[in-house]
């Protein structure tokens, strides 16, 4: 089975832009989270999808949004980039809604 | 809101030595404790999980412990080897949509 895929690896914007990440979860999984990490700060949880739905979110702006579709694939954008967004953005998927399985994550560098 | 605590955030122990990590939750309502363990440049990848009806959980050299009445859990590596270096997570799910992350403990084991 394939793991979870995150496209772009890397990605170099300006302050005032917009930008938008992927990910294709394992096959079966209908619970996408994401998550922004930087150094010292951990894992920040940003939102999580099941069935196209948003079920919970976590304390970010509302420049941060995402979406889930139908074959449960999910996006995230983020809007008006600011340098404190410069980080590492991971998404997991899951089946139980227990056990997370990360991609490689989304390296954002804001300049 | 939910908040896990987790130390220390950095720990270096000699190899063969035995390292312990702890973590504090604040929701009385999380059922579901998994530990990450994240090598450099790599995703975190699920090690050890415990649940809130259990005590104690041990995995060959691992073990995870809850005290649910102090909110405490903690992670415990024995016989530790250089390839257990890395960053340490402690999480808490409260069987919703949402899993919260504690900052992480870096682990250093020294040949």
């Known amino acids: 089975k394939a793991g979870v895929t995150q496209t772009p690896r890397y990605l170099i914007k300006t302050r005032g832009q917009q930008v938008t990440l992927s990910c294709s979860p394992i096959?079966?999984?209908?619970?996408v989270s994401w998550y922004q990490q930087t150094p010292g700060q951990g894992l920040q949880f940003l939102f999580e999808?099941?069935?196209?739905?948003?079920?919970n979110k976590g304390n970010f702006p509302g420049r941060f949004s995402g979406r889930q579709f139908s074959n449960s694939r999910s996006e995230m954008n983020v809007s008006t980039l600011e340098l404190g967004d410069s980080a590492l953005y991971l998404c997991?998927?899951?089946?139980?809604?227990?056990?997370?399985?990360f991609g490689s994550g989304t390296q954002l560098s804001v300049l | 809101g939910e908040n896990v605590e987790q130390h220390p955030s950095t720990l270096s122990v000699q190899e063969g030595d035995s390292a312990v990590i702890k973590c504090t939750y604040s929701?009385?309502?999380?059922?579901?404790f998994p530990w990450y363990k994240q090598e450099l440049g790599k995703r975190p990848q699920l090690i050890i999980d415990?649940?809130?009806?259990?005590g104690e959980k041990k995995d060959q050299r691992i073990a995870v412990t809850l005290n649910k009445t102090a909110k405490h859990f903690s992670l415990h590596i024995t016989e530790t080897q250089p390839e257990d270096s890395a960053v340490y997570f402690c999480?808490?799910?409260?069987?919703?949509?949402?899993?919260?992350f504690g900052a992480g403990t870096r682990l250093f084991v020294k040949a």
């Open positions: 997991a998927s899951s089946f139980d809604l227990e056990k997370l399985f």
């Open positions: 096959s079966g999984h209908r619970s």
């Open positions: 999808y099941f069935s196209e739905t948003q079920r």
């Open positions: 929701d009385s309502a999380s059922n579901y």
């Open positions: 415990i649940r809130s009806n259990v």
């Open positions: 999480a808490a799910n409260t069987g919703g949509f949402k899993t919260i």
